[in-house]
């Protein structure tokens, strides 16, 4: 029956036909998925939009928003100085590795890189008010905060810049607030500020030419100018696939920490009224009225002071005290259980942005293995898009300038650019075991000295000069420091080493272990 039913709609009315066919398959979609299935109980989310459509409704407000809190609430600013401990700590070092043709390092090169690199770090950017550490972590404050954040390259000598460095070449700091959401284009393919070629990659910036949050620049879609993409970075946090623009780290939790904020004033608030004691007398109607103590005015008088007796009180009187329950039992466990949504969604660990640090080792150890592997990531995304291109950009200018000579015939040229790139190492929880556990790995061969001098933050050929250096000044001055006992250690050509040690008994003495044996002897 149902089928011919079918039939005949369809042969008098093809579009309700039509419309009924969809709805039954929507129907049967539904079934197939209950969280698809809207109910008294939920509502049923839905978004269609691309990512940059959604950006588009949210990211200015979300950027805001993030500002206010970091300038004005302190768990905010913790999250973000927990992020950029870790992720940025203090630098990123680099160590070029130039190498020979012969596949050894060519020490020369990396010495002059090295001189040349240190002596630019200093005034990396244009303002000269940032030396390189300090400049990645504000770098990496706007990243996590707004979400995005610009640098821009200044390459080659020019009467209008000043580079204060041997190699000719800074950077400029670009807040994301010069990319206008607003600056639109189909027919030129610009979407907020990004023009981009067929397959969606960025050929191009337009930004303002000034901040236009300043409060004598009126900024309009005419103002900006237009950079090629092969001079401006862009630091960006995205969740979705071809995302032109980036949102703030804070965009899933930024109601969660307004509530919290509101709550701990609530809490304050109400801490300061039960601080203030409040009491009342309770007196019945037909109690006599004789005998009171009154001011000038006409009020009772009845001072309150630590320890008194109410010894003044008339008959069918009592004092009530008000009870404001406060401070609140279970504000800590409830603000606890809070911070530690806070910290999943923001990719940081409770007990850094908390500061509790309650708990055992192994469970302090846990938290900080699983949290390292977050802050590597955010870490590895960072020195990939911004301080490896700009390692390679300032190795082009060091030889373009002539500042770096570069013998062609013993370098291997694709090797002028690589380095190794080094951020903060995971800090020790138990640093006479953990100390241990790398001596055991490079005894065993499961670790190299220069991998554990790398992973603790060094830099392996500093280290070994300086060791080397310490040794001959040690060997001069007839100085013998006391060696660690991994130094007693058996070696591997002499196994038989710790035996001989424990058995020195049949050896004979000599000098004042001698005299003291024949002093025993007597």
């Known amino acids: 029956m149902s089928n011919i039913f079918d039939k005949a709609i369809e042969a008098l009315s093809p579009q309700t036909a039509l419309r009924r066919d969809t ?29 940059d459509a959604i950006v588009e409704r949210a990211g200015e407000s979300l950027r805001l928003q993030a500002r206010h809190l970091d300038e004005n609430h302190d768990l905010a600013g913790g999250v973000l100085d927990c992020l950029v401990a870790n992720v940025v700590g203090r630098g990123i070092t680099v160590e070029p590795q130039v190498k020979q043709k012969n596949g050894e390092l060519a020490k020369e090169i990396n010495d002059q890189l090295v001189e040349l690199w240190e002596e630019w770090v200093r005034f990396p950017e244009v303002t000269w008010e940032c030396h390189w550490n300090h400049m990645l972590r504000l770098l990496a404050r706007h990243w996590f905060r707004d979400g995005e954040v610009l640098v821009k390259h200044i390459q080659g000598t020019s009467a209008n810049i000043d580079h204060g460095t041997l190699v000719p070449y800074s950077l400029e700091l670009i807040e994301a607030d010069y990319l206008p959401f607003d600056y639109n284009d189909q027919k030129r393919t610009i979407i907020h500020g990004v023009e981009k070629n067929g397959w969606g990659r960025p050929k191009a910036y337009h930004l303002y030419k000034d901040h236009p949050g300043d409060n004598n620049t009126l900024a309009l879609k005419q ?37 919290i904020k509101d709550y701990e004033v609530s809490e304050r608030l109400a801490a300061k009224v039960a601080a203030s004691i409040c009491a009342y007398i309770r007196k019945s109607l037909d109690g006599p009225t004789s005998g009171l103590q009154m001011d000038d005015a006409g009020n009772r008088l009845m001072k309150m002071q630590p320890g008194m007796i109410f010894d003044n009180l008339l008959p069918g009187e009592e004092v009530g005290m008000i009870d404001s329950n406060r401070p609140n039992a279970m504000l800590e466990q409830f603000r606890n259980s809070q911070l530690r949504a806070v910290a999943a969604g923001t990719n940081t660990s409770f007990s850094s942005i908390s500061k509790d640090y309650n708990g055992t080792y192994s469970a302090q150890r846990q938290e900080l293995v699983e949290q390292w592997g977050h802050y590597a990531v955010l870490r ?32 291997n040229p694709r090797t002028l650019k ?32 220069a991998q554990v001098i790398r992973e603790r933050g060094g ?63 007597d």
């Not at 020195?383 to 000579?405: H, N």
């Not at 991994?486 to 050896?507: F, H, L």
């Not at 000599?510 to 002093?519: E, Q, S």
């Open 223 to 259: 103002d900006v100018k237009r950079f090629t993409a092969d001079k401006i970075l862009h630091l960006k946090i995205t969740k979705r696939i071809s995302q032109t623009r980036g949102v703030s780290i804070f965009a899933s939790v930024l109601t969660r920490m307004e509530d």
């Open 459 to 521: 830099n392996p050929q500093d280290i070994f000069e300086q060791i080397k250096q310490e040794r001959e000044q040690e060997a001069d001055a007839g100085i013998s420091f006391t060696t660690s006992q991994a130094s007693k250690a058996p070696s591997v050509d002499n196994p038989s080493q710790e035996n001989e040690d424990e058995q020195d008994t049949g050896k004979k003495p000599t000098g004042k272990d001698a005299a003291g044996a024949a002093d025993k002897a």
């Open 23 to 51: 709805a039954r398959k929507i129907l049967a979609a539904q079934r197939a998925y209950e969280a698809a299935q809207p109910s008294r109980l939920r509502k049923t989310k839905t978004d269609s939009g691309s990512g």
């Open 380 to 411: 590895e995304y960072f020195i990939e898009r911004c301080v490896r291109p700009i390692w390679e950009r300032f190795v082009d200018m060091a030889i373009l300038s002539g500042q770096l000579k570069v013998p062609q015939s013993a370098i």
């Open 418 to 449: 690589k380095a190794g790139f080094q951020g903060p190492t995971m800090p020790w929880i138990d640093p006479q075991k953990e100390i241990t556990a790398e001596e055991k790995a490079v005894q065993s061969g499961f670790k190299s000295r």
